[in-house]
């Protein structure tokens, strides 16, 4: 036979496409030539495959090769084509029955020698295919667990070429039956041992501890404000510990971020925890927002889709990194043109900021900052930004004797988490009839129309507007509060002290 066909996937974004991979075996000087967009790095396979073919024992025709990727418009990039473009040769070649291989996804880098290397996003590729029908796939040993988190796929993972040459040589095509996938819960009870940080851990800051609180039963964006050492880092890096853990279909679109962008772990196939990203004040727009000039990559707030995002010293970011933050923070994803593709990489993330007061980081009198420099440093931080906040907390320094007697009443992670949990069911049941899951997603129009409170409730907000301190998009977000204050009180409706307390937390003046 002179011409065979084998599959793959390209990945764009964390989106699949099917690709069919066709090998002709044709006549002419030898060579291989790959048609159908190929990067360069798929380019360079021509010589990796023809190396893996020959040390793993088989036939290489010595003749001209071609080998057709389509659809031809979609770009192809990486080196995961490798064990498709070879099986798809030797099949043409008669070495391996054709009629074996023709609906099988092959997924895998091929070393010289003819191992397999694992590839990324291997997950979201066969999550793509079985939507389109397909349930045969093999991928390097090295990715199996991964790929087999996929329900209803037959995975066979191999470690050599040659291995899978065998296989087909002897009839052994059936790949082997994918387990069932891994569970959260499992999977939380084979970490439970594993040391983590703990809320318990920060002293003192009542109106911070309860402001995080707050943030994670509703998924708020946080912005905390205070000098060195008084805990902002320590609660950020904590409060993931007091979120829900994700559900299965959460547990797998997150893991296949992580998995196309090369982060997931290696003993953990499935993230099962919310995930917290923190990038480095030096971080340029393409790591944070995601994109890149070759491959799109997903950048830090997709990585830290349904986890939280943590931006450390947010003021010394750069002014077009931070804006771009706007645009996620409403939509929920982000959106990466190129003239090529576009890509898009979802991004429901909980942004936490910690800045300090003023350039030097200190408080009151020892602080050595002109007022220009004050205000100059945190007008960094835009306006719009700072309106898509919700909760604003300014942290002072704890004194011994605070340290001292909060030891007694300081709360675990656990404590804190039942309660979350508890004012989350509480959202969830309210707004089971509706797309939101939790009190931050509610739009505004739909929180006045559906789901406000009594009118009493509102007259603080109603004082303030004619004031002219609060605009309509603010008195959404203290609506949006207050329903989440009201939630970790158990009450069916905020109360005038729930919209108070959550205008309080708005404007920074909570005590």
């Known amino acids: 036979m002179v011409l065979a066909r084998t599959r793959s996937v390209s990945l764009l974004g964390v989106e699949g496409y099917g690709v069919e991979v066709e090998a002709h075996i044709g006549t002419g000087k030898a060579g291989l030539t790959l048609v159908g967009l190929p990067d360069a790095a798929l380019r360079e396979a021509r010589d990796r495959i023809r190396a893996a073919v020959v040390n793993s024992g088989e036939y290489w025709p010595e003749t001209h090769i071609t080998v057709s990727l389509s659809p031809a418009s979609l770009p192809k990039r ?14 043409a070649s008669g070495v391996v029955p054709a009629d074996e ?14 191992r397999t290397r694992p590839v990324h996003g291997v997950l979201p590729m066969m999550l793509a295919e079985t939507l389109r029908g397909r349930r045969s796939f093999v991928v390097a040993r090295a990715n199996a667990e991964e790929a087999r988190l996929v329900a209803g796929a037959d995975v ?45 851990d920060v002293l003192g800051q009542p109106v911070a501890r309860k402001a995080v609180e707050i943030a994670a039963a509703g998924g708020h964006n946080l912005f905390l404000l205070g000098p060195p050492g008084t805990g902002k880092s320590l609660l950020a890096e904590r409060m993931p510990t007091i979120m829900p853990r994700l559900d299965t279909d959460e547990a797998i679109e997150v893991t296949a971020i992580h998995s196309v962008a090369g982060t997931l772990p290696r003993d953990e196939p499935l993230i099962t925890r919310p995930p917290f990203c923190a990038p480095h004040h ?10 890149g000039s ?65 350039p030097c980081g200190k408080s009151g009198a020892n602080c050595v900052c002109p007022s220009a420099a004050r205000r100059r440093y945190l007008g960094r931080l835009s306006g719009p ?20 007697a909060d030891r007694a009443f300081v709360e675990s992670s656990a404590t804190v988490a039942v309660r979350v949990a508890q004012a989350r069911e509480r959202a969830a049941h309210r707004l089971r009839d ?19 409170p009594q009118p009493e409730a509102l007259r603080v907000l109603g004082e303030a507007m004619d004031r002219g301190a609060l605009s309509a998009r603010g008195a959404d977000r203290i609506l949006r509060l207050a329903w989440t204050v009201a939630d970790l009180g158990g009450r069916d409706t905020p109360t005038p002290d729930d919209v108070g307390y959550a205008f309080a937390l708005w404007t920074g003046a909570a005590q």
């Open 78 to 91: 990486g080196s995961g084509f490798d064990l498709s473009i070879a099986v798809a040769i030797l099949a």
């Open 434 to 452: 509706t797309p939101w899951s939790c009190n931050a997603m509610v739009p505004g129009a739909e929180l006045r129309r559906r789901f406000a």
């Open 101 to 114: 291989v023709g609906e099988t996804a092959f997924l895998a880098e091929l070393s010289l020698d003819g």
């Open 282 to 291: 030096t971080a340029t727009r393409a790591a944070v927002i995601g994109g």
């Open 385 to 404: 930004l700072l309106d898509r906040i919700d909760l604003k907390v300014e942290l002072q320094p704890v004194s011994r004797a605070e340290l001292l």
């Open 294 to 358: 070759g491959v799109l990559r997903p950048g830090a707030v997709s990585l830290a889709h349904r986890g939280l995002l943590f931006l450390d010293e947010a003021p010394e970011f750069a002014r077009g990194v931070l804006d771009c933050l706007r645009q996620p923070l409403e939509s929920g994803e982000v959106v990466v043109a190129r003239a090529a593709a576009t890509a898009r990489f979802p991004a429901r993330f909980l942004l936490v900021m910690a800045a300090n007061p003023c």
């Open 156 to 200: 066979l993972a191999v470690g050599s070429l040659a291995e899978l040459v065998s296989r087909l040589r002897g009839g052994h095509t059936t790949p082997e039956p994918a387990p069932e996938p891994v569970a959260p819960v499992a999977a939380e009870r084979e970490g439970a041992d594993r040391p983590r940080p703990d809320l318990a």
